[in-house]
């Protein structure tokens, strides 16, 4: 007679599957962390550039092709200021993580136990408007329901979206960009603008200053030498760059001025009450103020000074969301259910 189990595959939880699982991971882990790896090359592009930009200018623009002392040490101070302001607010872009909701907005182990035994439907969004019911959350969906990341498990504050990228819900997210490898929003968002500004000041110095040599190679006023390339290939960089970063900050400047997001631009908030394309907007001053914070010496500096905590955000709305204020009188038949199986579930 045959021994129990001969012929049988193996049994499920054994260390045969439990190893299959593990080398079914590895090629998903190995194309995760090359992934990763990708995503810095844009970062990688624009330092290089920047260094090679460095060289050009101050080395054979400044250095070799500039006669007149005077304008060498004024078109190098002004070129390192900058240098440096670029790279200061490029670097925080970078590197400054992005802020997720804070714990107040994830449910509860019972609250995910009831949602996944609740089918998708009334009682489903009841349960979760019980649970945003102390949240300040005005925001809906556009069908008016809670707005709910499955991914993240959490109401979504205000302005909050999930980045299919970073794999979080971002608060205040502006858009993923590639060329700082990271999510811009609230933590970050002021550090986005100013690295437009700089870069764009950075760009256009450099094509104003350029642009007497550029003609006189170009015109064969000076003779060739190693510079000529540089000072040639700078200028139409400068140029190129200014164009495309005029165009983004402009943008930006505009989307500041109604305190919106980029996101926002392209699909206005949905609120209580409809749709309001505007529901966020201040007034220029306060809407300034919302990125950049009341101090104005930190204005020019990238350094936080953005107003509020990212999960909450004032708005124009005279009666934001009555439903915020909403008490347990009046429960309709799919509260009442959810609160009978709140109760079952805690006996």
Not at 116 to 136: V, W, Y
Not at 182 to 193: E, I, P, R
Not at 241 to 270: I, Q
């Amino acid at each position: 007679m045959a021994s129990a189990g001969q012929g049988q595959g193996p049994e499920r939880g054994s260390g045969f599957e439990r190893g299959s699982g593990r080398a079914r991971g590895r090629p998903r882990a190995r194309a995760r962390r090359w992934r990763r790896i990708l995503y810095w090359i844009p970062v990688l592009f624009i330092g290089l550039l920047l260094g090679w930009s460095y060289y050009a200018y101050a080395g054979q623009l400044c250095v070799v092709s500039m006669e007149n002392i005077g304008e060498q040490v004024v078109c190098l101070i002004v070129y390192h200021l900058l240098f440096a302001m670029f790279v200061w607010s490029y670097w925080k872009t970078i590197f400054t993580l992005p802020m997720n909701p804070s714990k107040e907005f994830h449910l509860s182990y019972a609250e995910k136990e009831l949602l996944e035994r609740e089918p998708r439907g009334e009682t489903h969004q009841e349960i979760l408007k019980r649970a945003a019911r102390d949240l300040p959350v005005y925001t809906r969906t556009m069908s008016g329901a809670i707005r709910y990341c499955d991914r993240c498990q959490l109401i979504k504050p205000d302005r909050c979206h999930h980045c299919s990228v970073c794999d979080k819900c971002i608060l205040k997210m502006d858009h993923h960009c590639p060329w700082v490898n990271n999510c811009v929003g609230f933590s970050n968002y002021k550090f986005f603008l100013l690295f437009l500004a700089y870069s764009l000041l950075y760009c256009l110095f450099i094509a104003a200053t350029d642009l007497q040599y550029f003609i006189k190679f170009w015109t064969n006023g000076l003779p060739d030498t190693q510079a000529k390339f540089h000072i040639m290939f700078l200028f139409f960089a400068a140029a190129m760059f200014s164009v495309s970063l005029s165009s983004l900050f402009g943008y930006h400047c505009w989307l500041v001025s109604k305190n919106k997001s980029t996101l926002e631009a392209f699909r206005s908030p949905v609120f209580r009450h409809g749709t309001d394309k505007n529901g966020f907007s201040l007034g220029f001053s306060k809407n300034l103020r919302q990125v950049f914070g009341d101090e104005k010496k930190y204005w020019p500096l990238p350094v936080f000074s953005s107003l509020g905590d990212g999960c909450s955000f004032p708005t124009c709305l005279v009666n934001q969301d009555l439903e915020q204020q909403s008490t347990p009188a009046g429960l309709t038949p799919a509260i009442k259910k959810y609160e009978q199986s709140w109760a079952d579930h805690r006996k």
